[in-house]
Structure formats: C-alpha cells, structure tokens
C-alpha cells in the first residue's frame, strides 16, 4: 500500500515537471576559436543550454531545425549524443524505494533539499564530538544555508578548509558527493584505522556546505530538472535566475559571464547581487580572521576535470607552480581508486573562462592558496543525468583524492 502511495505520489510530482520529451544533446566536434565564435553567437541568439560550453548543446524540438541548419551551414560537424532528454532522466533514480531507508540514510539515492537538510542534524546527532552545524544565512527562498563544521578538536589553532555542492542545482552528483565524503570522515576517524584521516582531521578544520544553491536544487527537483541558476528576478531582468558561480565579487562581470538574464551564465545585476553568494563570502571573510583557510573546492559535475585560477583571464596566477603540483597529486589519487581518469589545469585554458566564480574569490580576495572548481563524473556518456549507481565510486575516488591532497598541502 505504502509502495502504492509513493508511486501515486512520483507520478503527481513527474506530471508536473517540465517534459524534455525530444529534446536532444548534440555533441560537437569544435575545431578551432572560429567555430567557439560561432557557437557563441549561436548560444546569444537563441538562448540555447550548453550543457557544456562549446561541446555539448541541449535543443529542444522546435529549435532542432534551425539549429541543425546553423552548424551544417557553418561547416560545424555534430552527432546527436543523447537522443531523448526525458527518457534519460526517467531512467536516472532507477527504484521507487524510499529516499531514505530504515537502516539510516542512503548514500546511494539522490536526495533532496529536505532530506539533506535532515541528514545533517542526523550526522550532529551521531558525531556530537566532531561535528555541529550552523546556518550561514537564509536562501532568496528562505531556506536554510545549513553548514557543516567537522574536525578532531586539539586545543591548537587549526588551519581551515571549505567545501560545497549544489551552486548549480543539475549536478545532483555534487551533494551525494560532498555527504558521502562528510560521513567518511566522521566514520574513518570514528574507527581510527586510517592515520592519513586522522591527521587530516587534526591538522584542519572542514566547514561544508552541501547544498549552496537551495532554491535552485529544490526547484531542479519539482519543476525542471536541468535547471542551473537561482530562483531570483531582479527588476527590470526577463528571465529568473543568477548564476552564483559568476556572481563572485572578484572580477566580477568580465569574460565568460552574461549579462543577460535569460543565459544560464547570467552573472546577476551586480556582484553579490544574490543571497548565496553573500552568506558564503561573509562567513569565509569573518572565519579567516580566526584561522588561515589552505582549500576551497567548490565540487560540480560534470567532465572529470580539476580546475584553478584564473578563470576571469587566460593569464595564469602567481601560485600557479603550486597548485598545478597539489592539483597533480589529487587528481592521480583520485584515478589510482578505479581508474577514472580526472584532468587538471588553470580554468581559461583548459575550460574557457568564467569571471566572478566561486575559486576566483578564494584565491583572489581571501588568498586561500588551493582554490578550485572540481568537476566530478561523468565524462559525457549521462552527463548532468548520472545514474545512481555512479554515486558510489564517485564519492569513493574524490575522497581518496581530497585526503590526499589535503596531506600534500598540511607540508606545504
Ligand atoms: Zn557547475
């Protein structure tokens, strides 16, 4: 009966959701600066969604016609990667099983903002030792920008570190991962079997915040799956929507950040124009005047990618040395787990640039040396769809490769 109800349930919510029914993804063969011209214009045109800038293009099907005749027409090859948008995330959350099970949460399902948000007063009731939790603020929305503080307390003054999900709401992996990696901490130095964790966990400080973009989340559950940005419209703006990791007050405004609204780069009316932004950077601000912050990963999905400064110019920073070798050392930790292979570089040239990010701001404005987007699974077969049973060694791999590299930067 239960089962029945919650199915009954599932159907309401699917029936009002957004349908990507014939919406496909084209991947795109991009040869040279020409044809990320061309695409570029393409994107201002029509508003349409790069899933990946410039590679991967969702277009819906009364766009499909025109679409295909621009690239033909402008010698631009292309294949149709993912045929039927709503059929793929149809087969992403592959049970009806309850979100979270008797046994205590599951890792291995996505959850939602409530759900996150019940999980982290769990994790402070099971680890009262080593772990309490704070609100930095509340979401344009009214939600709760629930934070995490975990650590072994020594008495001494500890270096701190930053981590986050969901600044952009589709990269549901991006939470799963940040929890699942939370709770390995707790339990590992809980055990004691692993002295890598436990020095990690003395030397540092982690404060977390799972889900950055709360509206956004909630809303990429309830209503359009694929949805990026806030749920803000500033006056005299068309569309809803900022996107936080361009709304950074670090070179705020420059390459790579829209200034319209209806683009899913839209990087607001001003810098910090948006709630979020604001608690995150107030409470980094005010934390590093009590203890130096070394690392700030602000975890996204997808294309297995671990990036640096600069992402406002192509120059590359002073530090660069730095953190191209903690870069190497996490990234190869992460790939020795299962094989994953996971990229590295400074974010204008390995990515394409994007002013006012969030790591932008960690290196730039507060000089946390390790500053860095990490892009986590797939590398384009689901993209922002991965099923569940990607969760897993998702999570695994990127904390071998955060331990590690958390050790590499404690000699630094
Ligand atoms: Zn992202």
Known sequence: MLRLILLSLWVTVSLAMKSYEGYKVLRIDVSDAGDVAILQELQDVAELDFWDFPRDLMVPPTLLEFVEHYLTSNDILY???MDDVQAKIDGVITSNKPRTD?????????HNYSEIMDWID???????????SFSIGLSHEGRDLKTLKIGLETGKLKRAIWFNGAIHAREWVSPATVMWMTNAFLSNVTEGTNPDVTFVMEFFDMYILPVMNPDG????????????????????????GTDLNRNFDYEWGGLGASN?????????PEALSEVETQAVVNFIRQ?????????????HSYTQVMLSSWGYTYDLPVDFDLMEAHMKVQTAAITSVFGANYTYG???STLYPSAGGSKDWGYGDRGIPYSYTLELRDMGEYGFLLPEDQIYPTAYENYVGLVAGLIHISHQ
């Open 122 to 132: 769990s994790i402070v009731a099971t680890y009262p030792d080593l772990a309490t």
């Open 102 to 110: 008797v046994d205590g949460f599951d890792y291995y399902v996505y």
């Open 79 to 81: 294949y149709v990667w």
């Open 287 to 299: 934390q590093s005047q009590e203890q130096p912050f070394r690392l700030f990963i602000d975890y």
């Open 346 to 348: 400074a974010a204008s």
């Open 260 to 268: 319209d609204s209806c683009d899913n780069t839209y990087r607001g």
């Open 217 to 240: 989340y909630e809303y990429s559950w309830t209503d359009e799956r694929l949805w990026r940005k806030t749920r803000t419209l500033h006056p005299g703006d068309e569309c809803y």
